[in-house]
């Protein structure tokens, strides 16, 4: 956007946190830094300062990558020299993934592949370097992802299996004497040049039933009184049965055979990418045998005895993907045996109902029995994940110091619940961006279940992305995850330096992909912003250290009965929009044990929730009503939505708990702590009936998410403008003590000097954001983070209010009277004289280094070089790079240095801001006679320059770009995306201000 002198002034009000308090006419101000300090210094106030530092502590909480390798296909010094380059630019570690497949790399599997001697010389190479820079280093469990196990094939027990089946219409009164009806063609799983495998058709039950309607109808509808077993009537694959009179009958044929999937398939918006690797097949995830094999495999054939002791010194994880399979119907070869186990009936006489999975093959005419067999199912399945796979795999890896992190979601699976029982959970920004009660829902895993502490997100896998990110947006996206509940993230990502098919500016996985659309930025050394890029890991870093701190508090539990991650929302604005945040509980998070109530909370160690919320559901499980109904007695308020279910889920003893239901919902709906709401816009009203209060009320702001954690005396809020405008307003918080504000750019922490804390237990504060700009609060002791000021603050004023060390006092860039009332009831004022006119920088040099391909249309290494061919210009003011001659098509590094001057005039004043108005498409830095100033905060550029003598200054913007406008020119079959706007796109202003202490 372009900057104009109001939109500059307002800019600078959004910078300092001045914003009124809508609901109470008063205003309410953030304070920014006290003055600029360099580069090397941010965030270091000296001793008895009013200001503090706030900043990462541990390696765990620093932003770590998706480091994308071509397999084995590395060197050990490219990868020591790489890693160093990460931990250099304030990153805390990696993960390494085998990608080879977009490019299609001409590399021999048997020399180059994953797990091979180059491999592990490169793994052990990053291994080293990482241990001598404090870093994490993570490992996936596989080479691509589902896990896969080199050696197993798919008829042996340890590898993934599906249920499938063969159908045959035959008329009433028919005598069939005839092969079985064969099972679907098994989907190839096979590499072109491979040749195929053997996969045995296993046949485990013959249904046939009476056709109710059409017999070409989808789902096929059956008479669940006619359906009989015939399974007995097979012999050596020939079925001899007559089907009794009348209608038409289906003969069902069910099978499980291995799905040979050797093929990551991936499908997004009508696409289909096939990636192929040759070493191996995916292992059954839901048998003992399939997890044994992997860790097997890690045991005897990978890990070497210095690769343990690496391992175990930094501490990382083991990683899995998303759950991408292949598969028709789920199966494992126990499954039968282990679904009579838990369900308390055999599968066997329904088992052709859960063919076709979410879109049943199968259905009856009337009753519940395929969705209530088809939920048994499901249920069976998710039980097996979590303990023949995650928990197997997690305490596996804890063997070697680590843990295992995965993405529970893609299978029909109870998502929450497994990432309940595993090291450390994983989202994505990709898959959830759209449904954030994704987040919402392994969130609530995390802190009710195994381990509590992190929830990582693979973030940062923006379609069309490639070479056209820049630091605002990989900011904005981690932000997203943050207010939902995400500490800790994985950027997509860092990829190695070249690969045999890689051209300029080196190897991508992710573009080519056979059609214009790619994912995700390629972060390092190659890419300009690269030389800003500290700036932001450093911002991660302190919201990590900000959002591991304590306890997570989130205000409501939303009941969920569904199957893998959520793919709806459930608040329509209400909850958020009255300062409410929540969680979805799953059925199986609902079993833990942490899921107790105490002291009016539920699992009051952990989110301790303060509220229950069941939306409408058409069925529920007995035990979920149970569960719900002590939970109520126990004294938890409970909001149910809508109509009460009549039935159950599950089939067992079907009739008696639908009886039973009725009984326990009547008494829950009788309980003194439940309301009944109509929809979600009514809960906020049934929870206030209920005593139940918002932790984060908004007052003028819409579109606020925010964050809670406890931490001793401390409370933090990581508050987020969730909405497409700036705003402004305040907030009503949930805590006790003194406010300040942690500057997550600087580490810079400031005691604010305006605030209400009259309501018990409530601090008001200001707030004011730039879209997609998140603020963070601390609220603690008076002295905390190393800030020494006079506790005396404003609780209301007409301007913006700091503490200084020899008291409080009024800012503003403009002359006048300014008033505050205290908090110990006086009435103070300040006059503040003239303050000078804001300077508008004109008269800019712009040196442009212009990075090109030093070898046109090279591949391999070559293709890696970079020429940078220098552009000098002189510009009145600033412009798009478009627009100026020479540069439409460049991308690169622009340095702006311009001189100004202060007049005598501005001796009265107390300092200026800086405002680069806007970045255009590509992240900075600043200098200013000489000395490079904090990290700029890219969502809103906007600098405290502290107090400037007369005279003459320089100052230096350097704006590093994203490459998509130079190759645009050189693949432009590939970066079809529109140009960008490079450089500083308009006014560049500095604002005076001034001070005066109020009396």
């Known amino acids: 956007m372009s900057s104009t002198s109001s939109d500059a002034s307002r800019r600078a ?25 360099p580069r090397e210094s941010a965030g270091q106030a000296a001793s008895g300062s009013v200001t503090g530092t706030f900043q990462a502590k541990t390696v765990h909480q620093r932003p770590m990558f998706r480091y994308w390798w071509p397999g084995g296909g590395v060197t050990p010094a490219e990868v020591t020299k790489e890693v160093e380059a990460m931990a250099a630019a304030g990153f805390g570690g990696f993960e390494i993934g085998d990608v080879r497949n977009s490019e299609m790399i001409p590399m021999p599997v048997q020399q180059y592949g994953w797990g091979t001697p180059a491999w592990k010389d490169g793994v052990t190479a ?34 993934m299996k599906e249920l499938t089946y063969g159908q045959t219409v035959v008329d009433g009164g028919t005598a069939y004497s005839a092969a079985l009806p064969a099972p679907h063609a098994k989907p190839s799983g096979v590499a072109a040049g491979l040749p195929e495998v053997t996969v045995t058709d296993v046949l485990q039950a013959v249904h046939a039933a009476r056709i109710s309607g059409s017999g070409t109808a989808s789902p096929l509808v059956l008479e669940e009184s006619t359906v009989v077993d015939i399974t007995s009537k097979v012999t050596k694959g020939t079925l001899n049965w007559t089907a009794p009179s009348g209608g038409q009958w289906a003969i069902v044929a069910s099978y499980s055979r291995g799905t040979a999937m050797i093929e990551k398939q991936v499908y997004y918006q009508g696409y289909h990418y096939p990636f192929t690797d040759p070493q191996a097949y995916v292992v059954d995830h839901f048998g003992a045998k399939g997890g044994r094999a992997v860790t097997n495999w890690w045991d005897k054939k990978l890990l070497t005895a210095e690769m343990r002791g690496l391992l175990r010194r930094i501490g990382g994880n083991f990683f899995e993907d998303s759950l991408e399979f292949n598969v028709e119907v789920h199966w494992t070869p126990d499954m039968l045996k282990e679904f009579a186990r838990r369900r308390g009936y055999s599968l066997k006489p329904y088992l052709f109902l859960v063919h076709g999975d979410a879109k049943a093959a199968y259905t009856f005419a009337s009753g519940r029995t395929p969705e209530r067999v088809r939920w048994d199912y ?79 997100s693979e973030m940062g896998a923006n379609v069309n992305g490639a070479y056209r990110l820049t630091l605002a947006d990989l900011i904005t996206t981690a932000n997203s995850g943050y207010a939902l509940g995400v500490n800790q993230v994985r950027i997509h990502g860092f990829p190695y330096a070249s690969s045999p098919a890689g051209q300029w500016p080196g190897f991508y996985p992710w573009a080519p992909m056979g059609v214009p659309i790619n994912f995700a930025e390629a972060w ?45 929302v459930f608040d329509d604005g209400s909850l958020s929009g009255a ?116 932790s984060g009320v908004p007052s003028g702001i819409s579109g606020l998410l925010h964050t809670r954690r406890e931490d001793g005396g401390t409370t933090y809020y990581f508050l987020l403008n969730n909405s497409s405008a700036a705003v402004s307003g305040s907030v009503t918080l949930e805590a006790e003590g003194t406010p300040y504000r942690i500057d997550p750019w600087t580490g810079d922490v400031t005691p604010l000097g305006v605030y209400d804390d009259r309501a018990k237990g409530h601090v008001t504060v200001g707030l004011a954001a730039e879209a997609g700009e998140a603020v963070v609060i601390a609220v603690g002791k008076s002295r905390a983070f190393g800030c020494h000021h006079k506790g005396l603050h404003a609780v209301t004023a007409s301007t913006e209010v700091r503490h200084t060390p020899s008291g409080l006092v009024a800012r503003a860039s403009t002359a006048g009277s300014h008033t505050a009332t205290l908090s110990n009831g006086r009435k103070a004022t300040a006059e503040i004289g ?77 300092g200026a801001t800086l405002d680069l108005g806007s970045l255009g498409a590509g992240s900075a830095k600043v200098a200013l006679d000489g000395k490079e100033l904090a990290p700029v905060n890219q969502l809103n550029p906007v600098i405290d320059l502290g107090a400037l003598k007369p005279g003459s200054h320089t100052l230096v913007v350097t704006v590093a770009t994203t490459l998509m406008n130079r190759l645009k020119q050189f693949r432009p079959d590939v970066y079809t995306a529109a140009k960008q706007d490079y450089g500083l796109l308009g006014t560049v202003t500095v604002t005076p201000y001034a001070e005066a202490a109020l009396r």
């Open 378 to 456: 499901h249920q069976t399945l998710s039980d097996l994940f979590v303990e023949n796979h995650v928990t197997l795999l997690d305490d596996w890896a804890r063997t070697l110091g680590m843990s295992f992190r995965n993405q529970a979601y893609g299978a029909p699976l109870d998502t929450a619940y497994s990432s309940a029982n595993t090291g450390v959970p994983e989202g994505e920004s990709l898959a959830f961006g759209s449904k954030p009660d994704s987040f919402r829902l392994v969130a609530a895993g995390r802190d009710l279940g195994r381990t509590g502490k992190v929830l990582s």
């Open 524 to 568: 390092g050394p190659r890419q300009p912003q690269w030389q800003v890029v500290d700036g932001a890991s450093g911002y991660m870093a302190r919201v990590h250290t900000v959002l591991q701190a304590g306890t997570h508090r989130v205000d409501l539990a939303v009941y969920r009965e569904e199957f893998d991650s959520a793919d709806t």
């Open 834 to 910: 003239s303050v000078p006119a804001a300077l508008t920088l004109n008269g800019w040099k712009l040196k442009v280094e212009d990075w090109t391909p030093a070898h046109p249309g090279a591949t391999g290494t070559a293709a890696n070089a970079t020429t940078r061919t220098i552009h000098d210009l002189t510009l009145d003011k600033p412009t798009t790079w478009q627009n100026l001659d020479g540069l439409s098509d460049v991308s690169g590094i622009g340095t702006y240095t311009t001189t100004f001057t202060i007049p005598s005039s501005w001796k009265s004043t107390a």
């Open 13 to 37: 009000v959004l910078a300092s946190g001045a914003a009124l308090a809508a609901a109470a006419g008063t205003s309410f101000a953030f304070s920014g830094t006290a003055s600029a300090l």
């Open 579 to 694: 300062g409410f945040s929540y969680q979805l509980l799953s059925w199986g998070l609902l079993g833990l044990p942490a899921a107790k109530v105490k002291r009016g909370r539920l699992a009051a160690d952990g989110p301790a929730y303060k509220a229950l919320i069941v939306p409408e559901l058409s069925t529920i499980l007995l035990d979920s009503a149970k569960r719900i109904l002590a939970l109520a007695k126990a004294g938890l308020p409970v909001v149910l939505l809508g109509e009460l279910p009549t039935a159950t889920t599950g089939l067992s003893d079907a009739a008696a708990h639908d009886k039973a239901l009725v009984t326990v919902l009547k008494e829950l709906k009788a309980d003194p702590h439940v309301r009944v709401a109509a929809a979600v816009a009514d809960v906020p009203a049934a929870l206030r009936k209920l005593g139940v209060t918002a």
């Open 126 to 159: 990053a291994l080293r370097t990482a241990a001598r820079h404090g870093m994490q280093a993570d490992l996936t469990i596989g080479p691509y992802w589902p896990a896969v196990v080199p050696g197993v094939l798919p008829d042996d027990d340890e590898a």
